[in-house]
C-alpha cells in the first residue's frame, strides 16, 4: 500500500442512498469510479471492467452503461457523448479535492462538474441520451428519481455552421446523429478568455496544459494553449520541470508569471542554439 494514498467519498452519497435519489448499483459504481479518480477528478474506464469491477455477477457492459448514464443525467459525473461501446474513456467526477492552493495560500475550492455541461450546451453537444427507471435502476420509483435541472450559463450560439457526429444510444449499438459546433473543434481561437474551470480539452496535449494551468494557479486557458500550439508540449514540460527545479519555486508569489518567464527562456535558449 503507498503511503498517503486515501479515497475521497461525499459524506451526502450515503444520504442520497438513504433517500431513494441513487439505486445501489449506482452507489456501487460510483463508489468505485471515486476510488479510480486521480488528482485531477478523472477516472479512466471502460464498461466491461466497470461492469465486472462494480456491479454484481453476470452485469453486462450494456447494463453498466445504463448507470452509467443515470448517474451522468443525475449530474454526479460526466462523460462526453462516445461513439461505439468499446475502448477506455474519461470520466469526470463531482465534488472532487483540488490539489494545491490558491494564490493566497488558501486550499482550493472542491473541483465541479458543471461546466462541462454548460460547455457541451456551448457547443451543441447535448444528446437525447436518456434513460428509464425500468432499465438502470429497477428497484427506484420513478418518483423518487432525482431531477436536477443543468444550471444556468448557457451561451447563445451566434453562428449556425454545425457539423454532424455519430454517438452510441445509450440501450443498444445503433447510432445516432447529432450536430455540434464546428468552431469549438481543433481550432487555439475557442481557449480565447476561457476560464480554467471550464475549459474542456479536446486533445491530449490540451489536456496536459489544463492540468499545469491548475498547477500554477492560472485563471485562462490562453496562454498555456498558445503556447502548446507554438512551441510543442516538449517544451511545456521542460519549461515546467526547470520551474519546480528553481529555488524560487517554493517562494514565488505569481507561479504563472514566474513559469511564463521560465518558459520563454527555454525558448530563447533554443532559438539561440539553432543559429
Known sequence: MQEYSFITIPRSYADDYRERRISKPERQMLEWLRQLGNPYSMAIVDLTSLAEDSLPQGATANYANKILLSLKCKKYIYYRPRAGCRGSFQVYLDWWPAIGKDNNGRPRPPRRITHYFEAEQVRGESTPETVTTAEAIPELESGSQRSKSLDGGLYALQKNHSITETFRAPNTDTYTKKKIDIRAIDSPKRSRNLSVERFLPETSEEERCWE????????????????????????????????RASSAFEEVENPAAYFNSVLQNLVRERDDQVF
Do not use: N
Not at 503556447?227 to 508540449?233: A, D, F, L, N
Open 212 to 243: 499545469i494551468a491548475q498547477e500554477l494557479g492560472e485563471t485562462k486557458m490562453d496562454f498555456l494553449i498558445g503556447s502548446v500550439h507554438k512551441y510543442g508540449i516538449d517544451v511545456i514540460e521542460e519549461a515546467l520541470e526547470r520551474f
